[in-house]
């Protein structure tokens, strides 16, 4: 009879781990608190307020027909389950990704009880829940008794598996309204997952101690952007007018792919404690048809894109003078959604959506 209860109870928890993330959070509790958090948890119209704001615009809308829901909520089999989001079943269970012109997708197997993770030293191993007992009646046990874990897909490595949702999106008029270079997710040693997904103390699980786990939090622009900021370098040098700072993305893609997303580099002078603001630089892949912006599914064309490129070192000088003893103070930060947008998403009210976030800072010494 134990037994027959402990089979319900698995079952029951590998049925709901598909839609609820609560069931994860049993054994992890610290990367389900973490995922609690992210984006991909809060991926649906219900808990992203942009995604929300742009779906209200869209023409699908008045058709009840939520073609983002692939990548937004890969698992919902109901209304009620899209609140979901993402799940850890989503990521988890994905053998491999299709190429497709308008838009990747995800294969995902059909054994939702094995999970694809990856951990350096086990690249070749399926690890499959077992108990053994010794003569002395000791028992010890190997793998998760609620799934099995396949260390053997290369794709968890490689960051490739992320392609399926965030390589590149067109519309219907074959444009790409966003894309990130695939070069992010060739290599083992850096990738979407070393960046967006970084080591962090604490371990991965109560099952087995694991002095570091992978972030379930993804770092990006709108949680820990100060995780990607070692990505960004700063180099400060006087010149004959003034001086120039040099902004080097070190990142293999654009260092905001979002065409929503608006750069800011403000650049400030100290001098005896007087506060000098200098002439703001912003930066942006703005879209839109014939010269104009327009919501993503009437684009057809980029109507300004100075964003600065992967791995690009931007110069910007100025040309105000500066003399021994200044400070100058370099700020890079960013909107999540572009001011200029912000009255035809009515969003304008949204101080979360209207602040502005700074990704790195430095202050300079003039010698």
């Known amino acids: 009879m134990k037994t027959l209860l402990y089979i319900l109870a698995l079952s029951s928890i590998l049925f709901a781990s598909a839609e609820d993330v609560a069931s994860c959070k049993k054994c992890h509790p610290t990367i389900a608190s973490e995922f609690e958090s992210s984006m991909h948890k809060k991926s649906s119209i219900y808990d992203d307020k942009v995604h929300a704001a742009i779906w209200d615009k869209h023409p699908a809308?008045?058709?009840?027909?939520?073609?983002?829901?692939?990548?937004?909520?890969?698992?919902?089999?109901?209304?009620?389950?899209?609140?979901?989001?993402?799940?850890?079943?989503?990521?988890?269970?994905?053998?491999?990704?299709?190429?497709?012109?308008?838009?990747?997708?995800?294969?995902?197997?059909?054994?939702?009880?094995?999970?694809?993770?990856?951990?350096?030293?086990r690249e070749t191993e399926v690890v499959k829940y077992k108990t053994t007992t010794t003569w002395y009646g000791d028992k010890t046990s190997i793998g998760s008794a609620y799934h099995d874990i396949d260390y053997t897909n290369k794709d968890y490595?490689?960051?490739?598996?992320?392609?399926?949702?965030?390589?590149?999106?067109?519309?219907?008029?074959?444009?790409?309204?966003?894309?990130?270079?695939?070069?992010?997710?060739?290599?083992e040693k850096e990738n979407c997952i070393t960046c967006h997904m970084p080591k962090i103390g604490g371990t991965a699980t109560t099952i087995r101690k694991s002095a570091t786990h992978a972030y379930h939090g993804f770092a990006g622009a709108r949680v820990e952007p100060r995780m990607l900021a070692k990505y960004v370098d700063f180099n400060f040098k006087k010149s004959a007018k003034g001086f120039d700072v040099t902004l080097h993305n070190k990142a293999p893609h654009d260092l905001m792919s979002h065409p929503l997303r608006v750069v800011q580099l403000r650049v400030t002078i100290v001098r005896?404690?007087?506060?000098?603001?200098?002439?703001?630089?912003?930066?942006?892949?703005?879209?839109?048809?014939?010269?104009?912006?327009?919501?993503?599914?009437?684009?057809?064309?980029?109507?300004?894109?100075?964003?600065?490129?992967?791995?690009?070192?931007?110069?910007?000088?100025?040309?105000?003078?500066?003399?021994?003893?200044?400070?100058?103070?370099?700020?890079?930060?960013f909107y999540i959604v572009n001011p200029k947008v912000l009255k035809k998403l009515n969003l304008e009210g949204d101080k979360e959506i209207n602040k502005f976030t700074v990704l790195k800072s430095q202050y300079f010494n003039v010698k």
């Open 61 to 121: 809308k008045a058709k009840d027909n939520y073609n983002c829901a692939e990548c937004h909520t890969p698992n919902a089999t109901s209304k009620e389950a899209s609140h979901e989001g993402i799940t850890c079943i989503s990521c988890h269970t994905i053998t491999s990704v299709e190429k497709h012109a308008a838009r990747n997708k995800n294969v995902y197997a059909k054994d939702k009880h094995t999970l694809f993770s990856a951990e350096k030293g």
């Open 272 to 333: 005896n404690e007087k506060h000098t603001d200098l002439k703001t630089h912003s930066f942006v892949r703005a879209i839109g048809h014939e010269g104009k912006p327009t919501f993503p599914w009437l684009a057809t064309e980029i109507v300004k894109n100075n964003m600065i490129k992967a791995n690009e070192k931007r110069v910007v000088s100025f040309d105000d003078a500066i003399q021994s003893g200044d400070k100058v103070e370099v700020v890079l930060g």
């Open 157 to 187: 490595y490689t960051g490739e598996m992320c392609m399926g949702c965030h390589s590149h999106k067109q519309n219907s008029h074959q444009f790409d309204v966003c894309r990130t270079e695939e070069a992010g997710a060739k290599t």
